[in-house]
């Protein structure tokens, strides 16, 4: 079956412009995740859905960053005023979420360049 | 800020060897996994150990869990070119409902033909 995929795979933007991030989770699965990894670094959590509402954004590093997922499938993670120290793979998860034990299936990422 | 870390940072070896990887964490859990990332992109769920369990094999992987000096191995058996990634052990922090993934800053392995 289809795994979890993330559009663009690529994105360059300039500073301070706007970008809209999606991901496509495993149909079926009830969370998501989005976390953001910078090079040679491992992944940092960003937020959490479970269905339509974000159950954990504590990882959101300020307000330029907002994440929506309108009917508990697809997500769109923007970014508003982009910085350069925005640059790194944005990477998406889903899951079942059943419970302690879950596997967080990742997608490919997007590449956020900021010049 | 991140969990753990792994440990060498970087590891590279005769293909058919083989590779063990360290990763230490600090708050107590309720299971590590081990994920194996290639050029820099998705991640691939690789095994789950729980809390209660101290060592789980899977092909030729084979992963211990100390708990009590918070500490976790990956050991690859008869290491080949395609293990060549890098691989990073994920803490949960399990709040709210969620399962969020703390990670390590990972180890680079390369297989050398």
């Known amino acids: 079956g289809a795994g979890v995929s993330q559009t663009p795979s690529n994105k360059v933007t300039e500073k301070g412009k706007y970008v809209e991030l999606r991901c496509d989770p495993i149909?079926?699965?009830?969370?998501l995740y989005w976390y953001r990894q910078s090079l040679g670094q491992g992944p940092e959590f960003l937020i959490y859905?479970?269905?339509?509402?974000?159950?954990?954004d504590s990882g959101l590093p300020n307000d330029r960053f907002f994440a929506v997922r309108p009917e508990g499938s697809v997500s769109t993670l923007k970014i508003q005023r982009t910085e350069r120290g925005d640059s790194a793979v944005y990477l998406c998860?889903?899951?079942?979420?059943?419970?302690?034990?879950?596997?967080?299936?990742f997608g490919p990422g997007t590449r956020l360049t900021v010049l | 800020s991140q969990q753990g870390e792994e440990d060498p940072q970087a590891l590279s070896i005769q293909e058919g060897e083989n590779a063990t990887m360290n990763c230490s964490y600090k708050?107590?859990?309720?299971?590590l996994q081990w994920y194996r990332q290639n050029s820099g992109r998705g991640l691939v769920h690789l095994i789950l150990?729980?809390?209660?369990?101290r060592e789980k094999h899977s092909g030729r992987l084979r992963v211990t869990l100390d708990t009590s000096k918070k500490s976790s191995s990956l050991l690859i058996t008869a290491s080949r070119a395609a293990d060549t990634a890098s691989y990073f052990c994920a803490t949960d922090d399990y709040i709210q409902g969620a399962q969020k993934l703390v990670f390590g800053q990972g180890t680079r392995l390369t297989i050398n033909p």
């Open positions: 708050t107590s859990i309720n299971n």
């Open positions: 149909s079926g699965h009830t969370a």
């Open positions: 998860a889903s899951s079942l979420n059943r419970g302690r034990t879950d596997t967080q299936y």
């Open positions: 150990i729980r809390s209660n369990e």
């Open positions: 859905f479970q269905g339509t509402g974000a159950a954990d």
